[in-house]
């Protein structure tokens, strides 16, 4: 576990040009949320617009040891219109990983998305093979609910993915 506190705090525009590069670098995102080239400007036009905090998706910085590590991530989901919650996810750039900057991150906006929406659920997917982000999820509280098939394509394939949920009701570890 990552002995550096780890803050959320909203995007900056100099934290702009490193969430692009972490966004479009191969390499930076890792091969498990890779999912080929999109528009260069699209970060800074939403950011010109909202500070990437808009009512149906919104991103914080992570930050830890004064430094940019990545960002946090959640966008308005439901099933029905009335009962709306909120899929959560996070990315990391490759130095902060598995050093327990996400855990600390991911339990953050946990906090925060309870505190400040009313919303009674948390959802989040990853790949299967993402084992490291399941382990995190876990450590969070999230509750593994299942296997969704062929939900992903990435790399010339479709994926399945593994869905968790967090009940606002559910127990968190300290």
């Given amino acids: 576990m990552s002995q550096e506190q780890v803050f959320l705090r909203p995007v900056s525009e100099a934290d702009l040009a ?23 400007g699209r970060l800074r036009r939403k950011w010109a617009e909202n500070g990437l905090l808009g009512e149906e998706q919104s991103q914080l ?7 940019f590590r990545g960002f946090v991530a959640w966008r308005r989901s439901a099933v029905v219109p009335a009962a709306p ?3 959560v996810g996070i990315q990391l750039v490759p130095g902060a990983r598995g050093r327990g900057i996400g855990t600390a991150a991911q339990r953050l906006l946990v906090d925060y998305l309870f505190a400040h929406s009313p919303v009674v659920r948390l959802e989040a997917d990853t790949e299967t093979g993402n084992l490291a982000e399941q382990r995190a999820l876990e ?5 593994r609910e299942g296997v969704q ?17 967090l009940l606002r009701s559910d127990p968190r570890p300290a």
Avoid at 19 to 38: N, R, T, V
């Fill in 85 to 87: 919650y909120w899929n």
């Fill in 61 to 67: 910085a992570v930050v830890s040891g004064g430094e």
């Fill in 18 to 40: 490193l969430l692009e590069a972490l966004l479009a670098d191969p390499d930076a995102i890792g091969p498990l949320q890779w999912y080929g080239w999109s528009d260069p």
């Fill in 139 to 143: 450590k969070c509280g999230f509750t």
């Fill in 149 to 165: 098939r062929s939900l992903v394509f990435r790399d010339g394939q479709w994926r399945d993915i593994v869905r968790y949920s």
